[in-house]
């Protein structure tokens, strides 16, 4: 199998993968529980029909501690008119505007929609704190921090005050790196050179679910005042999950022109050859006919360049390029999909291993990892025999120009002629790669009239001569056979991969 990355092993500096991106949501479970919110109400000495208030009253103090954090830190805290808005640029501006090496960047405060906690009257009279859908006030902090660099928290003001942590994987990467000694090179927040890839990456396969835990209480902490009377009543604070994660696969090649070379052949490869049901055998799963969901293949062009996409209902595998780095990237929203072994606990007590749907747990984030890279390695080793576009291109070219050799002149190629491309086809059919062809098993399979006249044998004769000439086949020593070259295989190739798919729909159109 001559797949990507061995056959242009000597144009790529290695591979890396990890955590691109994560969104982790903290959740205060208690109060999803009726008799558990009724237990916490009468800790706080609040009656049901004075919920609203205290209420009020929590989220002033959350309103409150939020601007004191800005004023004591002297940083900005900006009101955004429209939940639509992109808060990472207004942080960027923010950033830029009032420069910070470490700690808080900006606050910034939008109204959402969201699921709160209200009391509800029904019809016997009675009260109940119920989940409602309405608007409420969120902040959105964002820090420069010094294992996560540019990251931000998200909190929800009202009850059940859901909080969000956003990590960029390249800026906690960059941060692993200088504390070990690593140099790398960035473009946008892309790596195209790591100084000792190895290290880096067994650095990256080192994530510790507990560690990360740890820091997403204390900023929790450092956001929410709340939560220490939280904690004093249920004993515990937040329940961390992960809700959307993204782990790429980095192909880093030498150069910009390297990729440019094969990445039209990439996306060629993908658009006409994959259809939206290979998004099974990449993601490890077989298609059944009891599936019931979406299997999508989108393909879209971009300012950037093409991006490739396949969806299996809400998980999907891409590949884009940037700059120099050939990127393949699993994105996970529903874990279910997968699954993870792990102990099980039975009705008897007792407790056995067994492969089990995977939840969004932190504790599974290796078994993330795990499903990601080899999803990500299996899409990279479906590109078998790429076609580089602008090598090609060249090497066609020139054989459409006449060429002299050993003092003789030798015409170019009409490569659309019919005439042409079924010389092309017969020659690199796939039966005489091993073997190789002959003058009478070229004659025969281009169903030439009286192929064994005397005639036709000469004419072939010279096809193969011009062929040679073109440098598109050789000669095998000591016999009357030929193979396709190199760059026969190539150039031929391509003409009727063009042929074949691309001109047709050029036509159409």
Known sequence: ??????????????????????????????????????????????????FSSYANQVTADIVSYAESMAASDKRPLIYLT??????????????????????????????????????????????????????CKYYYFYFLDKHFGFMHVKLQTWFP???????????????????????????????????????????????????????????????????????????????????QCEYATDVMFKSREAL????????????????????????????HHKFQGEAVSDYRKRPEGWRIKFKMKSNSIKMYDKFSCLRVEMTINDP????????????????????????????NLYRYAEISKAANKRFLDSMQNIIPAKTIEKEINSICCRKKLGGRNYSGYNVWSAETFLLFESVSDGKYLIRGFTNREIRHSTNRANPDSAKVKGKTSREFTKLRAHGLIRKVPHSRRYLVSDKGRRVMGALIETKRKIYPELVAK
């Open 161 to 243: 005050f859901l909080i969000q942590v956003y990590i960029n994987g390249r800026e906690l990467m960059k941060h692993v790196f200088e504390q070990n000694g690593i140099s790398y090179q960035m473009y946008d927040n892309s790596f195209y050179e790591i100084s000792d890839i190895k290290k880096a990456q067994e650095l990256a396969d080192r994530f510790d679910s507990k560690s990360l835990c740890r820091q997403l209480d204390l900023f929790a902490h450092k956001v929410n005042p709340y939560l220490d009377t939280i904690e004093k009543t249920f004993h515990q604070g937040y329940h961390w999950c992960v809700d």
């Open 82 to 135: 429209s939940s639509k808005t992109s808060k990472e640029q207004a942080a960027l501006q923010a950033l830029e505007e009032h420069p910070v090496d470490e700690g808080l960047i900006c606050i910034l405060s939008v109204v959402e929609y969201c699921q709160t906690l209200q009391p509800k009257k029904h019809d016997n009279g009675l009260l109940s704190l119920d989940t409602v859908n309405r608007k």
């Open 1 to 50: 199998m001559n797949t990507i990355l061995e056959q242009y092993k000597d144009k790529i500096n290695g591979t890396f993968s990890f955590f691109d991106r994560m969104i982790i949501k903290g959740h205060i479970r208690q109060f999803f529980s009726t008799s558990v919110k009724g237990f916490f109400l009468s800790e706080q000495n609040v009656l049901l029909k004075d």
């Open 260 to 287: 440019e070379d094969i990445y039209p052949s990439l996306v060629g490869h993908a658009f006409y050859d994959f259809n939206c049901t290979d998004i099974f055998s990449f993601l490890g799963r077989k298609l």
């Open 336 to 363: 279910r999909e997968f699954k993870v072994y792990k102990d099980v606990h039975h009705e008897d007590g007792t407790t056995s291993k067994r492969w089990v749907p995977m939840g969004k747990s932190i504790a």
